[in-house]
T-cell receptor
Framework: DAKTTQPPSMDCAEGRAANLPCNHS???????VYWYRQIHSQGPQYIIH???NNETNEMASLIITEDRKSSTLILPHATLRDTAVYYC????????????FGKGITLSVRP | DTAVSQTPKYLVTQMGNDKSIKCEQN?????MYWYKQDSKKFLKIMFS???????INETVPNRFSPKSPDKAHLNLHINSLELGDSAVYFC???????????FGSGTRLTVV
């Protein structure tokens, strides 16, 4: 079972920031927070991951609360092509890693 | 070059047939995975292999048999196909999940 909870859907206007929340209150100390997205029926695409510190890359920023029980994925300037299902996942690294996908949140970017 | 490539992209077959899906990664990753996405869009892990060794087997029916001839390939063979096997199957690879998994574009299997 997925260890995260996300709202089922949200929308935002094109060009605005999209803030996608995720709760992971049972996360253990060595588990990472990963974010993926799946556009239509394509393969899931890795976005970003983090352990404790906030992270930023060319796609997004990840803000993790100090107690690590929740996080927010920020798409700074959403475009229509960002419409997708976004998955927040917690999991371990290493050869025994097993990322379990939940239902995700459907982000709709409107013109 | 496609990082994780799966063939075929589409597969339509009759119940009771045996079929295989192939997966190859050119990222030099040590671990490969098979995931199944059903009609309700849930993505479920099926298997993982690390350096040709089976690591994860998520109580998948034994009609499904993964084969890893080398660490760059993980094929999925399915015997006696059933209607419920219809789904999109995704292959993925990672280097100890340090930067997450890289997924292929999927194989849409339809059993009629």
């Amino acid at each position: 079972d997925a260890k995260t909870t996300q709202p089922p859907s949200m929308d935002c206007a094109e060009g605005r920031a999209a803030n996608l929340p995720c709760n992971h209150s049972t996360i253990s100390g060595n588990e990472y927070v990963y974010w993926y997205r799946q556009i239509h029926s394509q393969g899931p695409q890795y976005i970003i991951h983090g352990l404790k510190n906030n992270e930023t890359n060319e796609m997004a920023s990840l803000i993790i609360t100090e107690d690590r029980k929740s996080s927010t994925l920020i798409l700074p300037h959403a475009t229509l092509r960002d419409t997708a299902v976004y998955y927040c996942i917690v999991g371990l690294t290493g050869a025994n890693s097993k990322l379990t996908f939940g239902k995700g949140i459907t982000l709709s970017v409107r013109p | 070059d496609t990082a994780v490539s799966q063939t075929p992209k589409y597969l339509v077959t009759q119940m009771g047939n045996d079929k295989s899906i192939k997966c190859e990664q050119n990222l030099g990753h040590d671990t490969m995975y098979w995931y199944k996405q059903d009609s309700k869009k849930f993505l479920k892990i099926m298997f993982s292999y690390n350096n040709k060794e089976l690591i994860i087997n998520e109580t998948v029916p034994n009609r499904f048999s993964p084969k890893s001839p080398d660490k760059a390939h993980l094929n999925l063979h399915i015997n006696s196909l059933e209607l419920g096997d219809s789904a999109v199957y995704f292959c993925a690879s990672s280097q100890n999940a340090v930067r997450g998994y890289t997924f292929g574009s999927g194989t849409r299997l339809t059993v009629v």
